[in-house]
């Protein structure tokens, strides 16, 4: 039997093994802001004896060419095995059978192994960059800060019985910080970002919107929506060092959108200890609830189009 090859198609998987040992049939890519992507890709092991813990952990990489009228640039996925199944045999065993199994991939990003390491433990006169830096490096995770605004240090913050994962998470949420991947080749990067100036033109800024086929990249559906949302956020705490005086805030959403009369969001939190604090909190709490008042959905053939950049 001759064996496949990848050259000429365009998607493709390269893995720890040879160039051509596993071939792509097909992949769907899932990426949010501030969410792990998910890669899961269908392909088979191509005249390659293998087993399930030789492709698990490892780092691979999907490439996707673009349109010639695009870019000559392919687009890159890189990401880890997190799950992988096998499907069965391709071929009966008298053609090696064995060596030719179709193959379930889960692909996720490095992020993903801090999920498996639970801790408790407490971090002192730190500000959140130096907190989620320290944690990110001992997972070997690549990142980057794009941050416009300054950021105090906490007295303490406490990870108590949280994963790594779930804490980092959290600190970012709190602080009303985004996140997504960018991609190369041979690697992947977490970009942390704390405002819309982060995102960059798309390569395909102008597309063709048309509700029927076309060759060219198009839009094929647009939808717009709007949800009720909350008016208001309030936060109070305790502070330990002036039990007299606890801290608090209340802000308002300027959201042009309808909000519900008298409601709000109250939150106790317990490790805030200045009315600054709860303000530069609150700002962020009350953008996230009222961020899905206006959602846009659409469906569009755009091999470019990323969170990043669109």
């Known amino acids: 039997m001759k064996r496949a090859t990848?050259?000429?198609?365009?998607?493709?998987?390269?893995?720890p093994f040879d160039k051509d040992a596993i071939i792509l049939n097909s992949f769907e890519?899932?990426?949010?802001?501030?969410?792990?992507f998910s890669l899961r890709a269908k392909a088979y092991f191509n005249d390659q004896r293998s087993e399930l813990n030789?492709?698990?952990?490892?780092?691979?990489?999907?490439?996707?060419?673009?349109?010639?009228?695009?870019?000559s640039n392919p687009r890159y996925m890189h990401g880890y095995v997190s799950a992988a199944r096998l499907e069965g045999k391709r071929v009966s065993n008298t053609h090696k059978g064995?060596?030719?199994?179709?193959?379930?991939?889960l692909i996720e990003p490095k992020l993903r192994f801090a999920e498996y390491r639970k801790n408790c433990r407490i971090?002192?006169?730190k500000d959140i960059k130096e907190i989620i830096s320290e944690v990110l490096s001992e997972h070997s995770v690549a990142f980057s800060f794009e941050l416009t605004k300054s950021y105090p240090k906490y007295t303490y913050k406490v990870q108590y019985e949280e994963s790594d994962l779930e804490f980092?998470?959290?600190?970012?949420?709190?602080?009303?910080?985004?996140?997504?991947f960018t991609h190369t080749k041979s690697a992947h990067t977490l970009n942390i970002f704390d405002d819309i100036s982060f995102y960059k033109p798309g390569t395909e800024f102008l597309v063709d919107f048309d509700t029927g086929t076309a060759k060219s990249s198009h839009i094929s559906s647009w939808h717009e929506t709007q949800i009720l949302t909350t008016k208001a956020s309030q936060k109070s705490g305790y502070n330990m060092l002036k039990p007299s005086s606890n801290p608090k805030n209340a802000a308002k959403g300027e959201s042009d959108f309808f909000t519900v009369p008298g409601s709000e969001y109250f939150e106790y939190m317990g490790e805030m200890e200045s009315n600054d604090q709860y303000a530069l909190r609150n700002t962020h709490a009350i953008e996230a609830l009222q961020q899905n008042a206006y959602l846009c959905r659409g469906e569009a053939t755009c091999r470019t189009f990323s969170v990043n950049t669109h």
Do not use: P, W
């Open 98 to 105: 064995e060596n030719y199994k179709n193959i379930e991939l």
């Open 123 to 125: 971090f002192q006169h």
């Open 29 to 36: 890519y899932r990426e949010e802001i501030s969410e792990l």
């Open 6 to 15: 990848q050259d000429n198609n365009f998607i493709r998987i390269s893995s």
């Open 54 to 71: 030789e492709i698990i952990g490892k780092e691979v990489t999907i490439t996707l060419e673009n349109s010639e009228d695009v870019s």
């Open 168 to 180: 980092v998470r959290r600190l970012l949420s709190e602080e009303g910080l985004s996140f997504c």
